[in-house]
């Protein structure tokens, strides 16, 4: 098992930032890809940004230029660093490890006020 510890999430006003981090710890041979995944209030989780290992860095359009995901391979870490945070950031942001299976954390709450 493949277990997920997020923080970094909070209260911020617009135009201000956040950085996200999760540390993945377990049964982990071999990590394939890590990234963020955003739920807002009535919609669906949706894809915000992803690294596959040895690639490059996917984001959602709504994100790009703003949000910058890197990864610590030594540490099974990622981070989201979120710059120029919207009100329409706001959100429950959920880790995604994927292993030999696909792994979230418990999700971290994200408000942009503005």
């Known amino acids: 098992q493949v277990q997920l510890v997020e923080s970094g999430g909070g209260l911020v006003q617009a135009g201000g930032s956040l950085r996200l981090s999760c540390v993945a710890s377990?049964?982990?041979?071999?990590?394939?890809?890590m990234g963020w995944y955003r739920q807002s209030p009535g919609k669906q989780r949706e894809m915000i940004a992803a690294?596959?290992?040895?690639?490059?860095?996917h984001y959602a359009d709504s994100v790009k230029g703003r949000f910058t995901i890197s990864r610590d391979n030594a540490k099974n870490a990622v981070y989201l660093q979120m710059d120029s945070l919207k009100p329409e950031d706001t959100g429950v942001y959920f880790c995604?490890?994927?292993?030999?299976?696909?792994?979230w954390g418990q999700g971290t709450q994200v408000t942009v006020s503005s």
């Open positions: 377990g049964s982990i041979f071999s990590i394939n890809a």
């Open positions: 995604w490890v994927a292993t030999m299976w696909d792994t």
């Open positions: 690294i596959v290992s040895g690639g490059s860095p």
